[in-house]
T-cell receptor
Framework: QQQVKQSPQSLIVQKGGISIINCAYE??????FPWYQQFPGKGPALLIA?????SEKKEGRFTISFNKSAKQFSLHIMDSQPGDSATYFC??????????????FGTGTQLKVEL | ETGVTQSPTHLIKTRGQQVTLRCSSQ?????VSWYQQALGQGPQFIFQ???????GRGNFPPRFSGLQFPNYSSELNVNALELDDSALYLC?????????????FGPGTRLTVL
């Protein structure tokens, strides 16, 4: 019930294209949904985050779409660039007993943007 | 402002040994969380420390233990190492327990158990 399912496992997109990564969750107690970007040899870094009270959040080329009834959310990367090539993780957190802002991560999507 | 640092970068141990990993939190942060990231997987929550007290634990056995010091740096200790403990161990610090307190991750410690 604590799982966050993420797809696809890997993604190849042409430069300038749109990258779309999808996640689904089961536990309705989750109320904060961040996306992290991880480059090789680095720790994950927060990219963008959303709460269930909004259906979309946009920051630059990155957009989160959120469907509360379906318990799904997705990351859209517009005008994808080679520098976006990285592993992307969706995550979720909630007001559980203990573990404050502990994050439950998806399994990751390895994105490659080709020239 | 110094970011989250972890030491050592890499570590090789043999099964049954014990290991201590260290994390220095970002300046002004009082909360440290530890995660285990197996190869090709997402990070999994091990436990969290807030102002030197454990504040939640994930599904990890008691041989995984930790400490947080008065300067909010932290240690992760793993006893009786098993082959499956081979992973990247990530430390993240934040300015509090609220979900809007962004967690800043260190580069991790790569542990290999032979």
């Amino acid at each position: 019930q604590q799982q966050v399912k993420q797809s696809p496992q890997s993604l190849i997109v042409q430069k300038g294209g749109i990258s779309i990564i999808n996640c689904a969750y089961e536990n309705t107690a989750f109320d904060y949904f961040p996306w992290y970007q991880q480059f090789p040899g680095k720790g994950p870094a927060l990219l963008i985050a959303i709460r269930p009270d909004v259906s979309e959040k946009k920051e630059g080329r990155f957009t989160i779409s959120f469907n509360k009834s379906a318990k799904q959310f997705s990351l859209h990367i517009m005008d994808s660039q080679p520098g976006d090539s990285a592993t992307y993780f969706c995550a979720a957190s909630g007001d559980f007993r203990g573990g404050g802002n502990k994050l439950t991560f998806g399994t990751g999507t390895q994105l490659k943007v080709e020239l | 402002e110094t970011g989250v640092t972890q030491s050592p970068t890499h570590l090789i141990k043999t099964r049954g040994q014990q290991v201590t990993l260290r994390c220095s939190s970002q300046s002004g942060h009082n909360t440290v969380s530890w995660y285990q990231q197996a190869l090709g997987q997402g990070p999994q929550f091990i436990f969290q420390y807030y102002r030197e007290e454990e504040n939640g634990r994930g599904n990890f056995p008691p041989r995984f233990s930790g400490l947080q010091f008065p300067n909010y740096s932290s240690e992760l200790n793993v006893n009786a190492l098993e082959l499956d403990d081979s992973a990247l161990y990530l430390c993240a610090s934040s300015a509090g327990l609220a979900d809007y307190n962004e967690q800043f991750f260190g580069p991790g410690t790569r542990l290999t158990v032979l």
